[in-house]
């Protein structure tokens, strides 16, 4: 039988029992962050306090899995303190890891905490092997998470030009921005992912059925209408139906959620270390099918037997899934 | 397309049990039920924030009556109402019973049961998304929360209910206990 290198799977939590669901269904790793703007999904309800995360991390640790720390938003001025706080309550409470993107906290963290495993977030958006050496050059960075505009070539390209871990991610929603740069949720509500932790905030979101339609609009902006039956979106500004011209339709990307399953095989011949699946915003029956998924198509793999079918297209948004950028046909 | 719901409208005779139900005794019910929770899961209120001073409306789309729900730490309340009389509230979460109960037993994902249009949510997004992620880290179990409102005779109840539930599921589609070991 093969035995063939087996990638870590890092998975989501947004909760403390989201957390267990995910360790449970055979999470190597587990990501997740604290309940403030300190990390990419300062959701409402969602998060850790310090004490659930030193539990958590006892859960984790008990098993055998690792947890990550996010803190993957950049600092405000003046309020450099509520991001060092974090990384000082990471490392103090035995994080395996923190998920940096800001330049400042990143020398922070390799300046007083140098044990701390440090890895760059996608909010970073290193996409070349140039910014990757820097980052790992001047701050230690043993892991980078790719941004998702890459081809499975194009990953192969860069592993082959550094020598610190890259981490793609393999399922969940699907942002095709420059992330930590994109701009649009702050021009439509003045917050931001990269920012507040929060792109398209539910506090700006709205849902109404107006004449048989679903219509969906983020702060003032209408961002689609859909007929009854039709899946419902989420209302993002890349993945809004607009008209231009005598255009009409996601004029940006449609709503769809990114299925890698089937490219693991060309994803660990390309060199990634890590698959990252998305989605600390969402449930802990979220956590528990998709982790199974993957944790059973990663090992199928490693034992030479075919990869099982995909069945997770009911939990996607627009309950549709694509391979995304890994085999790009679009420039 | 979607493909047909996943949630079967409760069964019409189960319809024809609850519509001449007297809403102020089932209200005293539930709201014995919302206190024991708040007591027993301080942490779920706390999650919520703010938004447990919002009222929630719940709507199960194929039962003959809609919940009030305000979720506030040092006193929550619940009441049952007939779906003309709902009043105001914040933010409304409407769907089959089924898709409802299941969401609150963590068996199917909030998330993916508004993408497929099972359920409808109106109002105040960030609210119901506080609830939501609030409920799901709870990992609540109706029938052992209702137990325990019963205090120590509850849990020969609780026993009696749980031979009983597999076949009471079967019968009506609806996931009355939580099943995960999550």
């Known amino acids: 039988m093969p035995n063939r290198k087996t990638p870590e799977l890092v998975c989501p939590a947004g909760t403390p029992a989201a957390l267990r669901a995910a360790v449970d269904a ?19 309800g969602l998060n850790f306090t310090p004490e659930e995360l030193a539990a958590g991390i006892g859960y984790a640790h008990a098993r055998g899995a690792r947890v990550l720390v996010a803190i993957n938003t950049f600092s405000r001025a003046g309020a450099a303190g509520t991001w060092h706080g974090a990384v000082d309550t990471a490392a103090a409470l035995g994080a395996d890891a923190v998920i940096l993107a800001d330049i400042g906290l990143l020398d922070y963290a390799a300046t007083r905490h140098p044990e701390l495993r440090r890895h760059l977030s996608v909010q970073a958006a290193a996409a070349n092997a140039d910014a990757i050496r820097f980052y790992s050059e001047a701050f230690g960075v043993k892991r980078v998470v790719l941004p998702r505009v890459l081809t499975v070539s194009e990953i192969a390209a860069i592993n082959r030009e550094i020598s610190c871990e890259t981490e793609v991610f393999v399922f969940g929603g699907l942002c095709v921005m420059a992330e ?20 398209s905030p539910a506090s700006h979101v709205h849902y109404r059925e107006e004449g048989g339609e679903l219509v ?20 993002t500004l890349c993945k809004g139906c607009f008209t231009a011209g005598a255009y009409r339709g996601h004029v940006f990307e449609d709503p769809v959620s990114l299925d890698a399953a089937t490219l693991i095989p060309q994803l660990l011949a390309a060199g990634v270390s890590a698959f990252k699946i998305e989605g600390r915003q969402r449930s802990r029956s979220y956590i528990r099918d998709v982790v199974t998924s993957f944790r059973r198509a990663v090992d199928a793999h490693a034992s030479g037997l075919p990869i099982p079918a995909g069945t997770l297209q009911r939990l996607s948004e627009g309950q549709t899934t694509t391979a995304g950028a890994y085999r790009k046909t679009w420039r | 397309m ?181």
Request: hydrophobic share 40%.
């Open chain 1, 26 to 44: 055979g999470a190597d790793s587990i990501y997740c962050g604290f309940q403030d703007e300190t990390n990419a999904r300062n959701f409402p």
């Open chain 1, 216 to 235: 969906s609009r983020l702060g003032e902006f209408t961002m689609d209408r859909v007929p009854k039956h039709h899946p419902a979106p989420y209302p």
């Open chain 2, 2 to 182: 979607s493909d047909a719901p996943a949630f079967p409208a409760v069964p019409v005779m189960l319809r024809l049990f609850l519509t001449p139900l007297p809403l102020p005794l089932l209200g005293l019910v539930l709201q014995r039920l919302a206190e024991s929770v708040a007591r027993r899961r301080p942490q779920l209120f706390a999650r919520l924030g703010a938004h447990g001073g919002k009222a929630f409306l719940i709507d199960p789309t194929d039962v003959p009556f809609v919940f009030r729900l305000s979720p506030r730490s040092d006193g929550p309340t619940i009441e049952p109402l007939r779906r003309r009389d709902q009043g105001a509230w914040d933010a409304r979460i409407a769907g089959p019973l089924g898709a409802l109960l299941a969401m609150v037993h963590g068996e199917v994902d909030g998330d993916a049961l508004f993408f497929s249009r099972d359920i409808v949510i109106e109002g105040d997004t960030e609210a119901v998304l506080a609830l939501r992620n609030a409920l799901d880290d709870a990992e609540l179990d109706l029938l052992a929360e209702a137990a325990a409102v019963l205090g120590p005779a509850g849990d020969r109840m609780e026993s009696l209910a749980r031979r009983l539930t597999p076949l009471a599921s079967r019968l009506t589609g609806l996931a009355l206990t939580r099943r995960d070991g999550s």
């Open chain 1, 180 to 199: 930590g740069r994109c701009s649009l949720s702050s021009y439509a509500t003045g917050k931001s992912p990269n920012m507040n932790g929060v792109c």
